[in-house]
């Protein structure tokens, strides 16, 4: 199995470009997150799915933040317009609930906003 | 009540020696603690977890323990070695958070050889 597939590994841009991060859950998996890390706020939880449908987005930050996952195999998050207090290690994770309670975390990406 | 307070923020230990990481809950409804092992430019993986019907869990090296009366859980690595070098982080899921994890703050613990 491929892992949790996230892309680009890299980004950076500039303030006010819309960015876009990507997301490939392990097949078979039925939840995806989206978490955000920082070396002041630790990890954070944004965004996470069941089945496709979102379930708690109380994490988002703000209006600029949004997600979405068209279908079991992808999900994307968008930034726009990005800001550079946006700057940090974007990890998307997946879980098969049928097999316990682990999740597991992509490469992440680490996103530079200048 | 949705917090995880991980101690201490960083580690070192002498090879061979044991490091202990602390946790504390709130949130009595949660019923999956995990431990994460992060390396540098990787994404965490879990390394061992414990669900509060048993008050040890113990993989090679790696133990927790668990005490549920007082809402704390810890891991404790037993001859600790340069490899182990990484960040852990503990964590809590379950209760009406479902699969929401909460995560504590880190611990860099680092191995001296």
């Known amino acids: 199995d491929a892992g949790v597939i996230q892309s680009p590994r890299h980004e950076v841009t500039e303030m006010g470009q819309e960015v876009t991060l990507r997301c490939k859950p392990i097949s078979g998996h039925n939840s995806l997150f989206w978490y955000r890390q920082t070396m002041m706020r630790g990890l954070e939880l944004l965004i996470y799915?069941?089945?496709?449908?979102?379930?708690?987005d109380s994490g988002m930050p703000e209006d600029r933040f949004s997600a979405k996952m068209p279908n079991a195999s992808f999900s994307t998050l968008k930034i726009q317009p990005s800001e550079p207090r946006d700057s940090a290690v974007y990890f998307c994770?997946?879980?098969?609930?049928?097999?316990?309670?682990?999740?597991?975390f992509g490469p992440g990406t680490r996103l530079t906003v200048l | 009540q949705q917090q995880v307070k991980q101690s201490p923020q960083s580690l070192i230990v002498q090879k061979g020696g044991i490091s202990i990481i602390n946790c504390a809950y709130e949130?009595?409804?949660?019923?999956?603690f995990p431990w994460y092992q992060q390396f540098p430019g990787k994404g965490p993986a879990l390394l061992i977890a414990?669900?509060?019907?048993?008050s040890e869990k113990k993989e090679g090296r790696f133990t927790i323990s668990f005490n549920k009366s007082a809402k704390q859980f810890s891991l404790h690595i037993m001859d600790s070695q340069p490899g182990d070098s990484a960040t852990y982080f503990c964590?809590?899921?379950?209760?009406?958070?479902?699969?929401?994890?909460?995560f504590g703050a880190g611990t860099r613990l680092f191995v001296k050889a």
């Open positions: 964590a809590a899921s379950g209760g009406t958070g479902g699969f929401k994890t909460i």
């Open positions: 799915f069941n089945n496709n449908v979102p379930i708690d």
């Open positions: 994770a997946s879980i098969n609930h049928g097999a316990g309670d682990t999740q597991y």
């Open positions: 949130n009595t409804a949660f019923d999956y």
């Open positions: 414990i669900r509060p019907d048993v």
